[in-house]
C-alpha cells in the first residue's frame, strides 16, 4: 500500500534562514509525490509535484524539493524563510486510483 | 473564477441529525473528492468520484453517503450524525487529462461539530 510519513510534527526557522520540511514514501511501483500548504482555516494549496524526469523540482512561492529515490524521500525546502510561510504542510503520494494519501502534516514555524 | 466552494461553511449538528455538505466545481474537472481532517491525522479520504453518476469509497467511507447528479456538483451526506464525525471536511477536485499527474484543487473547508 502506498504511504507518506512526516517525521517532524513541528519545524522551527529564524526568518532567512534555509528551511526543511521532511517527507518519506513508501510506493509499489513509480511514485507521485505532491506537497501542499494550509493556511488556518483555508484549504489546502497546491505548492509542486514530482512525477518523473529531474530530482529537484521547483514550485511555487519559491519552494522546491528534492526526490531522492534510493532515500525514498521528497524534502520540501526554501533557501530563504519569510514569516508569511508559517503555515501547515502535508505530503502526499498518489493512490493506486486519483485519490490522494496524505501525511500527517508538519507545522512550519518562522520567526522574525 | 471562484475554483472549489463549499457550502456550508460552519454547522453544528446534535447526534442523530442528518444533513448534506454540497461542493460545486466550476473547472470543469472530472473527478471529485472527499476528505475529512482530524488534528494529528491529516486528511483521509471519505469518497470520491470519476465522472458524473459515479462514485467509490475511500478509507473512511462508513456513515457517509455521496452523490454526484451533475459533474459540478458533489454532495456528502450523513444520515444519522454520530459525535465521531466532528471534523472539518474537504471537497477537491482535479482534471482526467493526464490521469494521476493533475493536482487537485481544494475548497476551504466545512466546520462541523456534533454534539
Known amino acids: 500500500a502506498q504511504s507518506v510519513a512526516q517525521p517532524e510534527d513541528q519545524v522551527n526557522v529564524a526568518e532567512g534562514n534555509p528551511l526543511t520540511v521532511k517527507c518519506t514514501y513508501s510506493?509499489?511501483?513509480?511514485?507521485?509525490l505532491f506537497w501542499y500548504v494550509q493556511y488556518p482555516n483555508r484549504g489546502l494549496q497546491f505548492l509542486l509535484k514530482y512525477i518523473t524526469g529531474d530530482n529537484l523540482v521547483k514550485g511555487s512561492y519559491g519552494f522546491e524539493a528534492e526526490f531522492n529515490k534510493s532515500q525514498t524521500s521528497f524534502h520540501l525546502k526554501k533557501p530563504s524563510a519569510l514569516v508569511s510561510d508559517s503555515a501547515l504542510y502535508f505530503c502526499?503520494?498518489?493512490?493506486?486510483?486519483?485519490?490522494?494519501?496524505f501525511g500527517k502534516g508538519t507545522t512550519l514555524s518562522v520567526s522574525s | 473564477n471562484a475554483g472549489v466552494t463549499q457550502t456550508p461553511k460552519f454547522r453544528v449538528l446534535k447526534t442523530g441529525q442528518s444533513m448534506t455538505l454540497l461542493c460545486a466545481q466550476d473547472?470543469?474537472?472530472?473527478?471529485m473528492y472527499w476528505y475529512r481532517q482530524d488534528p494529528g491525522m491529516g486528511l483521509r479520504l471519505i469518497h470520491y468520484s470519476v465522472g458524473e453518476g459515479t462514485t467509490a469509497k475511500g478509507e473512511v467511507p462508513d456513515g457517509y453517503n455521496v452523490s454526484r447528479l451533475k459533474k459540478q456538483n458533489f454532495l456528502l451526506g450523513l444520515e444519522s450524525a454520530a459525535p465521531s464525525q466532528t471534523s472539518v471536511y474537504f471537497c477537491?477536485?482535479?482534471?482526467?487529462?493526464?490521469?494521476?499527474?493533475?493536482?487537485?484543487?481544494f475548497g476551504d473547508g466545512t466546520r462541523l461539530s456534533i454534539l
Open positions: 502526499a503520494v498518489r493512490d493506486v486510483g486519483t485519490a490522494l494519501i
Open positions: 510506493v509499489s511501483g513509480n511514485p507521485y
Open positions: 477537491a477536485s482535479s482534471h482526467s487529462r493526464q490521469g494521476r499527474n493533475q493536482p487537485q484543487h
Open positions: 473547472m470543469n474537472h472530472e473527478y
